[in-house]
Nanobody, 120 residues
Framework: QVQLVESGGGLVQPGGSLRLSCAAS????????MGWYRQAPGKQRELVAA???????NYADSVKGRFVISRDNAKNTVYLQMNSLKPEDTAVYYC??????????????WGQGTQVTVSS
């Protein structure tokens, strides 16, 4: 069964860095896109960064120049390098993937989330 497993969250000081990882496993035929969303308490979930099959990337304006999304196709894994972290980056970060399972159509999957807390 397809699942997305995130890792790398934790507590960091402002200005610090974290690297999140998300590995997709299962009978995957192809991956159209993978990305990261985040949700702070009382706020709507928002797209942070995404990377599509061509390698093109999209970033939220709030993280441009600080975060970098990348992927390892051989491992079906997406990474989010987060630099110059700010307290407002504090949220639960969720991995998301649009992928096609062998024998069926493209579908959307979510990870369970990993907490990122930026505080001094």
């Amino acid at each position: 069964q397809v699942q997305l497993v995130e890792s790398g969250g934790g507590l960091v000081q402002p200005g610090g860095s974290l690297r999140l990882s998300c590995a997709a496993s299962g009978s995957i035929f192809s991956i159209n896109a993978m990305g990261w969303y985040r949700q702070a308490p009382g706020k709507q979930r928002e797209l942070v960064a995404a990377i599509i099959s061509s390698g093109s990337t999209n970033y939220a304006d709030s993280v441009k120049g600080r975060f970098v999304i990348s992927r390892d196709n051989a491992k079906n894994t997406v990474y989010l390098q987060m630099n110059s972290l700010k307290p407002e980056d504090t949220a639960v970060y969720y991995c998301n993937a649009d992928l096609a399972v062998v024998g069926t159509r493209e579908y959307n999957y979510w990870g369970q989330g990993t907490q990122v807390t930026v505080s001094s």
